[in-house]
């Protein structure tokens, strides 16, 4: 069935570091792969997404990557803040189709 | 803010009972979702609808959920005889017609079941 594998499933950097975060997806009909933040008791917040006919994308601060030959996506987050610490979350999905999440990434950037 | 509200926001069962969540989508929101998230766990699918159509379930929908959207706007989902392994946080997502992508969440029903 479908799937999305995460990992790490911890991550702690010190302030001002990167933090990198890897997802791969075992369905190939996969044409949609978004990142949310969830702070703890809050909603999932889209971070920021991508398609598969582009190979990354950029937001000030935040990096996503796609490789579709390999079915692998990367979260890439530069100069780390305190306010970065949540959970992150990749999805995939086709078609615009539900979302098939990952197990998540508990991120702690440390002052 | 999303525009997406779900009540209520906290729900505590005894097993055996039934209970039933809401979620209100913005009007644009022709497609509404329903996840599943325990804890430490990313949100699992349950079901959508394409404004009131129900078009996919779940296999981890049993017979004792069901859901609706009577009208295409809000939904319901409702858990009968709940179970202690029903405890979760439920969330409802909303999205536009094809031109979009992105699911939009509300903030969660939390279900605990004693």
């Known amino acids: 069935g479908e799937n999305v594998e995460q990992h790490p499933s911890t991550l702690s950097v010190q302030e001002g570091d990167s933090a990198v975060i890897k997802c791969t997806y075992s369905?190939?009909?996969?044409?949609?792969f978004p990142w949310y933040k969830q702070e703890l008791g809050k909603r999932p917040q889209l971070i920021i997404d991508i398609r598969s006919n582009v190979g990354e994308k950029k937001d000030q601060r935040i990096a996503v990557t796609l490789n579709k030959t390999a079915k692998h996506f990367s979260l890439h987050i530069t100069e780390t803040q305190p306010e970065d610490s949540a959970v992150y979350f990749c999805?995939?999905?086709?078609?615009?189709?539900?979302?098939?999440f990952g197990t998540g990434t508990r991120l702690q950037v440390f002052p | 803010d999303t525009g997406v509200s779900q009540n209520p926001r906290h729900k505590i069962t005894k097993r055996g009972q039934n209970v039933t969540f809401r979620c209100d989508p913005i009007s644009e929101h022709n497609r509404l979702y329903w996840y599943r998230q325990t804890l430490g766990q990313g949100p699992e699918f349950l079901t959508y609808?394409?404004?009131?159509?129900?078009?996919?379930k779940s296999r981890l929908l049993s017979d004792r959920f069901s859901a609706e959207r009577p009208k295409g706007s809000f939904s319901t989902l409702e858990i009968q005889r709940t179970e202690q392994g029903d405890s979760a946080m439920y969330l409802c997502a909303g999205k536009t017609g094809s031109s979009s992508d992105t699911q939009y969440f509300g903030p969660g029903t939390r279900l605990t079941v004693l």
């Open positions: 609808f394409q404004n009131e159509a129900q078009l996919e």
């Open positions: 999805a995939a999905s086709k078609n615009t189709d539900k979302l098939i």
């Open positions: 369905d190939s009909a996969s044409n949609y």
